[in-house]
């Protein structure tokens, strides 16, 4: 596919990730007490990072079949667009699956 079709697919991918992420945090933040709907954002979250990834795979993979003249810099900004990215999902699944252990015990 062509570098510049797939970064099209770009903003559409991180905006459906963003909103997700931002229900999880949401969802966290009030302190829902429903383990269902904590653990179907979790797995939201992780079907659309998984989306993500793949698009920065195929944006990276063309860059470097490419040869751009900005192929360095380009490249490591999208390395850590998806690095940052990354790190969001961890840090929400990890806040994500306390809360869930919390909930999950007899009380």
Not at 32 to 58: N, R, W
Not at 74 to 89: G, L, P, V
């Amino acid at each position: 596919m062509n570098v510049e079709i797939i970064k099209k697919l770009k903003t559409p991918t991180r905006s459906n990730f963003t909103r997700i992420l931002n229900t999880a945090s949401e969802i966290l933040e009030t302190k829902v007490e429903d383990i269902g709907i904590l653990a179907a954002q979790i797995v939201l979250l992780e079907q659309k990072y998984k989306d993500l990834k793949d698009l920065y795979t195929q944006i990276l993979s063309s860059l470097q079949r490419a040869n751009y003249n900005l192929l360095d810099r380009e490249f490591d900004q999208e390395y850590e667009a998806i690095t940052a990215y990354k790190d969001r999902i961890l840090e929400t699944k990890t806040k994500s699956n306390r809360l869930l252990n919390v909930l999950g015990k007899p009380k």
